[in-house]
Protein backbone atom coordinates (compact mmCIF):
# COMPACT_ATOMS: atom_id res chain seq x y z
CA UNK A 1 0.00 0.00 0.00
CA UNK A 2 0.85 3.81 -0.09
CA UNK A 3 3.67 5.11 1.88
CA UNK A 4 5.31 2.07 2.15
CA UNK A 5 9.43 1.50 2.20
CA UNK A 6 10.78 -1.34 1.73
CA UNK A 7 14.52 -2.25 1.82
CA UNK A 8 15.46 -6.00 0.27
CA UNK A 9 15.67 -8.67 0.18
CA UNK A 10 12.63 -8.96 0.67
CA UNK A 11 9.67 -11.90 -0.29
CA UNK A 12 5.80 -11.02 -0.31
CA UNK A 13 3.84 -13.96 -0.92
CA UNK A 14 0.87 -14.66 -2.87
CA UNK A 15 -1.98 -12.95 -1.79
CA UNK A 16 0.13 -10.82 0.98
CA UNK A 17 -0.68 -7.45 1.78
CA UNK A 18 2.28 -4.64 3.05
CA UNK A 19 -0.26 -2.15 5.23
CA UNK A 20 -0.09 1.65 4.36
CA UNK A 21 3.17 3.60 5.62
CA UNK A 22 5.03 0.48 6.68
CA UNK A 23 8.70 0.36 7.34
CA UNK A 24 10.31 -3.27 6.09
CA UNK A 25 14.29 -4.08 6.16
CA UNK A 26 15.41 -7.32 4.90
CA UNK A 27 16.13 -9.72 5.10
CA UNK A 28 11.91 -10.58 5.70
CA UNK A 29 9.51 -12.97 3.69
CA UNK A 30 5.81 -12.11 4.56
CA UNK A 31 4.00 -15.28 3.76
CA UNK A 32 1.10 -15.93 1.57
CA UNK A 33 -2.36 -14.15 2.76
CA UNK A 34 -0.23 -12.43 5.53
CA UNK A 35 -0.28 -8.91 6.58
CA UNK A 36 1.97 -6.85 7.73
CA UNK A 37 2.08 -2.88 9.28
CA UNK A 38 4.58 -0.61 10.98
CA UNK A 39 8.22 -1.68 11.01
CA UNK A 40 9.45 -4.97 10.31
CA UNK A 41 13.38 -6.43 10.09
CA UNK A 42 15.45 -9.34 9.79
CA UNK A 43 11.75 -11.42 9.99
CA UNK A 44 9.24 -14.66 8.26
CA UNK A 45 5.97 -14.99 8.89
CA UNK A 46 4.43 -17.27 7.65
CA UNK A 47 0.82 -17.83 6.13
CA UNK A 48 -2.27 -16.83 7.23
CA UNK A 49 -0.41 -14.40 10.03
CA UNK A 50 -1.33 -10.75 10.92
CA UNK A 51 0.95 -7.60 12.02
CA UNK A 52 -1.67 -5.45 10.38
CA UNK A 53 -1.02 -2.31 12.76
CA UNK A 54 2.14 -0.21 13.75
CA UNK A 55 4.71 -1.99 16.10
CA UNK A 56 7.60 -3.31 15.78
CA UNK A 57 8.88 -6.89 14.80
CA UNK A 58 12.89 -7.84 14.23
CA UNK A 59 14.40 -11.14 14.03
CA UNK A 60 11.84 -13.21 15.07
CA UNK A 61 9.62 -15.81 13.46
CA UNK A 62 5.74 -16.47 13.44
CA UNK A 63 4.18 -19.03 12.62
CA UNK A 64 1.00 -19.88 10.72
CA UNK A 65 -2.74 -18.30 11.78
CA UNK A 66 -1.03 -15.93 14.31
CA UNK A 67 -2.32 -12.54 14.89
CA UNK A 68 -0.29 -9.32 16.92
CA UNK A 69 -2.19 -6.84 17.95
CA UNK A 70 -1.93 -3.34 17.79
CA UNK A 71 1.70 -2.03 19.32
CA UNK A 72 2.94 -4.90 19.44
CA UNK A 73 6.52 -5.07 20.10
CA UNK A 74 9.57 -7.30 20.69
CA UNK A 75 13.04 -6.51 21.96
CA UNK A 76 15.43 -8.34 19.66
CA UNK A 77 18.75 -7.25 21.35
CA UNK A 78 19.84 -7.68 25.16
CA UNK A 79 20.40 -4.09 27.14
CA UNK A 80 23.70 -5.66 28.35
CA UNK A 81 24.38 -6.61 24.43
CA UNK A 82 24.88 -10.11 25.93
CA UNK A 83 24.65 -13.72 23.70
CA UNK A 84 20.68 -14.37 23.48
CA UNK A 85 19.66 -17.86 25.28
CA UNK A 86 15.98 -19.19 23.82
CA UNK A 87 13.96 -22.27 24.88
CA UNK A 88 15.05 -25.44 23.92
CA UNK A 89 12.68 -28.20 24.04
CA UNK A 90 15.16 -30.86 24.32
CA UNK A 91 17.48 -29.73 27.00
CA UNK A 92 14.14 -27.99 28.85
CA UNK A 93 15.75 -25.40 29.66
CA UNK A 94 17.50 -22.01 27.77
CA UNK A 95 20.26 -22.50 25.35
CA UNK A 96 22.94 -20.40 24.49
CA UNK A 97 22.02 -18.93 20.29
CA UNK A 98 25.62 -17.62 19.70
CA UNK A 99 23.33 -14.46 18.85
CA UNK A 100 23.76 -11.00 19.52
CA UNK A 101 20.34 -10.30 18.10
CA UNK A 102 16.98 -12.65 18.64
CA UNK A 103 13.77 -11.82 18.79
CA UNK A 104 10.51 -13.63 19.03
CA UNK A 105 9.40 -16.89 18.30
CA UNK A 106 5.53 -18.22 17.70
CA UNK A 107 3.63 -20.97 17.33
CA UNK A 108 1.28 -21.52 14.90
CA UNK A 109 -2.55 -20.23 15.70
CA UNK A 110 -0.98 -17.53 19.06
CA UNK A 111 -2.32 -14.87 19.33
CA UNK A 112 -1.40 -11.82 21.36
CA UNK A 113 -3.65 -8.35 22.64
CA UNK A 114 -2.75 -4.81 21.37
CA UNK A 115 0.18 -3.36 23.48
CA UNK A 116 2.02 -6.66 24.02
CA UNK A 117 5.73 -6.28 24.47
CA UNK A 118 7.84 -9.17 24.33
CA UNK A 119 11.62 -9.73 25.78
CA UNK A 120 14.21 -10.75 23.93
CA UNK A 121 14.57 -14.38 22.58
CA UNK A 122 11.23 -14.85 23.74
CA UNK A 123 9.49 -18.42 22.78
CA UNK A 124 5.73 -18.98 22.10
CA UNK A 125 4.28 -22.41 21.65
CA UNK A 126 1.17 -23.01 19.29
CA UNK A 127 -2.03 -21.85 20.17
CA UNK A 128 -0.98 -19.45 22.87
CA UNK A 129 -3.44 -15.99 23.75
CA UNK A 130 -1.26 -13.20 25.47
CA UNK A 131 -2.56 -9.89 26.79
CA UNK A 132 -2.33 -7.36 29.77
CA UNK A 133 0.52 -5.19 30.83
CA UNK A 134 4.07 -5.92 31.27
CA UNK A 135 6.15 -8.51 29.88
CA UNK A 136 5.15 -12.45 29.45
CA UNK A 137 7.87 -14.63 30.24
CA UNK A 138 10.49 -15.83 27.94
CA UNK A 139 8.64 -19.04 27.45
CA UNK A 140 5.10 -18.80 27.17
CA UNK A 141 3.96 -22.96 26.68
CA UNK A 142 1.04 -23.98 23.99
CA UNK A 143 -2.14 -23.72 25.11
CA UNK A 144 -1.34 -20.87 27.28
CA UNK A 145 -3.96 -18.06 28.01
CA UNK A 146 -2.90 -15.18 30.21
CA UNK A 147 -0.18 -12.62 30.40
CA UNK A 148 2.84 -11.31 33.08
CA UNK A 149 0.37 -12.19 36.02
CA UNK A 150 0.66 -15.68 35.11
CA UNK A 151 -1.15 -18.18 32.72
CA UNK A 152 -4.28 -20.95 32.72
CA UNK A 153 -4.32 -24.08 30.19
CA UNK A 154 -6.00 -22.89 27.12
CA UNK A 155 -8.58 -25.87 26.34
CA UNK A 156 -8.50 -27.60 23.07
CA UNK A 157 -12.26 -27.37 22.73
CA UNK A 158 -12.15 -22.95 22.85
CA UNK A 159 -9.06 -23.05 20.69
CA UNK A 160 -10.62 -25.04 18.42
CA UNK A 161 -13.73 -23.07 18.29
CA UNK A 162 -11.27 -19.84 17.48
CA UNK A 163 -9.17 -21.56 14.87
CA UNK A 164 -12.67 -22.90 12.73
CA UNK A 165 -13.89 -19.28 12.85
CA UNK A 166 -10.74 -17.73 12.19
CA UNK A 167 -9.56 -19.97 9.22
CA UNK A 168 -13.64 -20.19 8.08
CA UNK A 169 -12.70 -16.30 6.93
CA UNK A 170 -10.11 -17.22 4.45
CA UNK A 171 -12.50 -20.36 3.14
CA UNK A 172 -9.97 -22.86 4.20
CA UNK A 173 -11.53 -25.62 7.03
CA UNK A 174 -10.26 -26.71 10.35
CA UNK A 175 -10.06 -30.40 9.34
CA UNK A 176 -10.33 -33.44 11.82
CA UNK A 177 -6.19 -34.06 10.78
CA UNK A 178 -5.78 -30.06 12.09
CA UNK A 179 -7.32 -31.49 15.07
CA UNK A 180 -6.05 -34.31 15.26
CA UNK A 181 -2.31 -32.63 15.52
CA UNK A 182 -3.38 -30.09 17.86
CA UNK A 183 -4.20 -32.20 20.15
CA UNK A 184 -1.74 -34.40 20.28
CA UNK A 185 0.84 -30.88 20.43
CA UNK A 186 -1.54 -30.49 23.74
CA UNK A 187 -0.85 -33.41 25.14
CA UNK A 188 2.84 -33.51 24.24
CA UNK A 189 2.91 -30.03 26.13
CA UNK A 190 0.88 -30.68 28.93
CA UNK A 191 3.95 -30.67 31.65
CA UNK A 192 5.15 -27.42 30.50
CA UNK A 193 2.31 -25.83 31.72
CA UNK A 194 1.62 -24.20 35.25
CA UNK A 195 -1.74 -24.28 36.85
Known sequence: MEGSVIRGPFALCEH???KLG????GPTTVGPHSKV???????VLFGYSNKGHDGFLGNSVIGEWCNLGADTNNSNLKNNYA????????????????LQFCG???GDHSKCGINTMFNTGTVVGVFANIFGSGFPRNFVPSYSWGGSYGFTTYLTKKAFEVAEVVMSRREIEFSEQDRSILEHVFEETKRYRRE
Open 16 to 18: ATV
Open 22 to 25: SKIY
Open 37 to 43: GGEVNNS
Open 83 to 98: EVRLWDYETEGFAKTG
Open 104 to 106: LMM
